[in-house]
């Protein structure tokens, strides 16, 4: 087995990437590509009975239902003809239904988009707007299985060398303000609690949000994290925020309901952090479902052979296999590293140096963990190991002497064991 770490030769430090001294925000607009591919996640027996087909015309903002057999739906994010449906596999093996759409000239807002989501009624704005550029779920938030008592705005981004959602906070602050007002609203007038580094506290005291400042120190800015240091919750192990009564948003979903609700333009834009092969980086906004090769071949970067093209940032960004794949809501970063870069492993033993439990901000043995999960032994990870109380941050695999791939096994370890506790639920009915 080949193991490659996402560090190259050069390791980063572990500050997170600012934009702090950035006086002019440069944003370049990448063109609309012929073809989008829009990722749908729905049960696999809706995506079996699917109620649209190839030929059908769609318009920028139509919601479409994915079976009639499910609640399911979608929001195009372009005009055009729908040119292929397929079942597919995504991160870990979930079940997706793309949709590819030939993209034609002239960009039509569906007409019903406007009315839908400035609609008085909640759950119309949820379907039509359930994803959010960021990756926020709106529809989580309208209806929280715990009631809300805080919405964490994260201005601050997930990763280090990923300055999108700052550069969300910097030149978009008015939306920012707009759109939380319009997000307590629907969520039952939650504290909506905005979190960014220092150096935005400026821009971010214009939101009307409490505006909470993080050292900018990696993992500082994941939801446990915050949850711990901004607002001192621990989450338990295995559970989220939610949970405790707290819901998260990016910045940049928040700010998209502003045009989203106010101006009735449907959000099918997604800013993004493209980290290049010389670790330069720069921002740019995409149109939802543009394949990753047109953006690279706008910013002029070449994939060669042996290249590695990651979705995230370095530290939990994960390698895929085709420039085909799309740009989706949630896609912050993406990365491409040269093949002199990557660091190629042996199959080399856990060395027991300790690293990794020192580097750990839980506090996990992560050194006896990884002996389990190497072995497939999910349950005894999660009882005797701490599993599920893994924040995700990929700062083992960082640190690891025998460069072991300790994050992806413990992804996979989460993943398995998620499948085998729901099997057990439906066969325990
Ligand atoms: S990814 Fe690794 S270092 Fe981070 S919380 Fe999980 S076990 Fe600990
Ligand atoms: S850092 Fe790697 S080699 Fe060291 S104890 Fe942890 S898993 Fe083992």
């Known amino acids: 087995m080949i193991r490659r770490p996402f560090f190259g030769c050069g390791k980063p430090k572990l500050d997170y990437a600012g934009i702090d001294g950035l006086d002019q925000v440069d944003i370049k607009d990448i063109p609309v590509s012929e073809r989008v591919v829009l990722f749908v996640e729905a049960p696999p027996s809706a995506i079996s009975d699917v109620s649209f087909q190839v030929g059908d015309k769609i318009k920028t903002g139509q919601n479409l239902r994915v079976s009639p057999f499910s609640k399911a739906t979608f929001t195009s994010t372009v005009t055009g003809v729908i040119s292929n449906v397929a079942k597919k596999k995504g991160y870990l093996g979930k079940p997706l239904l793309s949709v590819s759409i030939d993209v034609s000239e002239a960009d039509e807002v569906d007409e019903d ?58 030149s978009k602050a008015d939306d920012l303000k707009d759109g939380i007002e319009y997000l307590k609203k629907i969520t039952g007038n939650p504290k909506v609690v905005l979190v960014v ?77 493209v980290i290049g092969k010389d670790e330069k980086t720069q921002v740019v906004r995409v149109r939802v479902g543009t394949p990753i090769h047109s953006v690279l071949s706008a910013l002029q970067i070449p994939m060669e052979q042996g290249d590695r093209l990651v979705i995230g940032g370095p530290m939990t960004g994960r390698s895929i296999y085709t420039e085909e794949t799309p740009i989706l809501q949630d896609t912050d970063a993406i990365m ?65 002497e025998a460069k072991i791939p300790v994050f992806h096994y413990i992804m996979l370890g989460k993943y398995e064991l998620s499948l085998m506790r729901r099997a057990e639920e439906s066969a325990n009915g």
Not at 203 to 217: N, Q
Not at 341 to 365: F, H, M, S, T
């Open 336 to 400: 491409v590293q040269g093949r002199d870069q990557i660091l190629l492993n042996g199959n080399d033993p856990c060395i027991n140096c300790g690293e990794c439990v020192r580097a750990c901000p839980v506090r996990i043995p992560v050194n006896m963990l990884v002996r389990l999960l190497e072995n497939s032994q999910y349950e005894n990870a999660a009882s005797e190991y701490d599993l599920l109380s893994c924040i995700e941050c990929g700062l083992c695999s960082y640190v690891c």
């Open 113 to 170: 988009f406007a009315r839908a989501v400035q609609a008085a009624e909640p759950e119309e704005t949820g379907r039509y707007l359930s994803e959010l550029p960021g990756g926020a779920n709106l529809n989580a938030l309208i209806h929280p299985r715990t009631p809300l008592k805080t919405i964490v705005v994260n201005g601050m981004d997930k990763d280090l060398l990923v300055t999108t959602q700052q550069m969300v906070v910097k």
């Open 197 to 273: 580094p220092p150096y935005l506290g400026t821009e971010a005291s214009k939101s009307g949000a409490d505006v909470r400042t993080i050292t900018p120190s990696y993992p500082n800015s994941l939801p446990e994290m915050i949850m711990k240091d901004m607002l001192e919750q621990v989450v338990p192990a295995g559970m989220d925020s939610m949970s405790l009564g707290v819901g998260f948003i990016s910045a940049e979903g928040v700010a998209s309901l502003k045009s989203a609700v106010i101006e009735g333009k449907p959000p099918v834009t997604k800013m993004l952090t």
